[in-house]
């Protein structure tokens, strides 16, 4: 097949073939997601305000941000209220969070 350098049609080509394994991979298993968008979405209100995170207290803040944030993203990907879940998991330990709508 020939196409314009540099074209639409070539870049798509390209891509395809620079990802062969993997399309390959995608075709046989049957199972596999064809994109990312769950994760993407369950990121997307993070990465909104992740200017903000850049003035947490501490490093130590950070990373504990970083890591209640990824427990509430994890409940979420799995179908539960991640404000209860954390709630239940820890009676008593957190308090002052809004009940937002997942």
Request: hydrophobic share 35%.
């Amino acid at each position: 097949m020939k196409t314009a350098d540099g074209g639409a049609s070539a870049k798509a080509l390209d891509y395809a073939l620079k990802r062969w394994p993997s399309l390959i991979r995608y075709a046989d298993t049957g199972h596999l997601p064809i994109d990312n968008n769950p994760v993407e979405n369950c990121i997307h209100p993070h990465a909104l305000g992740k200017k903000n995170w850049l003035f947490v207290s501490s490093e130590r803040t950070g990373h504990r941000a970083a890591a209640i944030q990824s427990l509430l993203g994890t409940a979420k990907l799995n179908g539960l209220d991640p404000v209860k879940w954390l709630k239940d998991r820890h009676p008593g330990k957190v308090t002052g969070m809004a009940q937002q709508p997942y």
